[in-house]
T-cell receptor, first 116, second 116 residues
Framework: DAGVIQSPRHEVTEMGQEVTLRCKPI?????LFWYRQTMMRGLELLIY????????DSGMPEDRFSAKMPNASFSTLKIQPSEPRDSAVYFC??????????????FGPGTRLTVL | DQQVKQNSPSLSVQEGRISILNCDYT??????FLWYKKYPAEGPTFLIS?????DKNEDGRFTVFLNKSAKHLSLHIVPSQPGDSAVYFC???????????????FGQGTILTVHP
């Protein structure tokens, strides 16, 4: 398996523009997570899905952020409008079975977002 | 509210010596703990984990210790190698009785540098 795939790897945009980040989870994984990494707060969970349904979006910072998972192999995280404080590395991760505590999450390479 | 804290932003160690990375948590519902390792421009990868019913788990050069009464865990790397230089994230997961089952809560990360 190719692992979790994210695109783009780097995104530079101007304040006020819409940004869409994409993720393809590992085939067969039924959990998908979106994280944001910043120096100040480390890795923060934004939202996660189970079988394409959002389960917990309490980490989504504002209404400017939205996430969708239209099918088992694709998810998007959208920021509209973007602001300079949204600059961070955004990671997508997927996981197979959370019923057992021993399960771990597999991360993609991340998207480095810079909002000017 | 940081439920998982890594109070040392960085650690520098000589090759061959022991590296000790620390992590504290506040949520008593956490019952499973993990360490992830992250190289630049890559996503975090799972390193080692420990269940709350244990106080030690060993995997080669890596050992994780858990002190439940102190709500503290540590990762020992012996002997340290230059290739271990990376960011190390501590993470914790709640048990089935919690409201956020399956969700990982990460610390801020510790940058480990192992000098040749």
């Amino acid at each position: 398996d190719a692992g979790v795939i994210q695109s783009p790897r780097h995104e530079v945009t101007e304040m006020g523009q819409e940004v869409t980040l994409r993720c393809k989870p590992i085939s067969g994984h039924d959990y998908l997570f979106w994280y944001r990494q910043t120096m100040m707060r480390g890795l923060e969970l934004l939202i996660y899905f189970n079988n394409n349904v959002p389960i917990d979006d309490s980490g989504m910072p504002e209404d400017r952020f939205s996430a969708k998972m239209p099918n088992a192999s694709f998810s998007t995280l959208k920021i509209q409008p973007s602001e300079p404080r949204d600059s961070a590395v955004y990671f997508c991760a997927s996981s197979a079975l959370l019923a057992a505590s021993t399960d771990t999450q597999y991360f993609g390479p991340g998207t480095r977002l810079t909002v000017l | 509210d940081q439920q998982v804290k890594q109070n040392s932003p960085s650690l520098s160690v000589q090759e061959g010596r022991i590296s000790i990375l620390n992590c504290d948590y506040t949520n008593s519902m956490f019952d499973y703990f993990l360490w992830y390792k992250k190289y630049p421009a890559e996503g975090p990868t799972f390193l080692i984990s420990i269940s709350s019913i244990k106080d030690k788990n060993e995997d080669g050069r890596f050992t994780v210790f858990l002190n439940k009464s102190a709500k503290h865990l540590s990762l020992h790397i012996v002997p340290s190698q230059p290739g271990d230089s990376a960011v190390y994230f501590c993470a914790a997961k709640e048990d089935a009785g919690g409201t956020s089952y399956g969700k990982l809560t990460f610390g801020q990360g510790t940058i480990l540098t192992v000098h040749p």
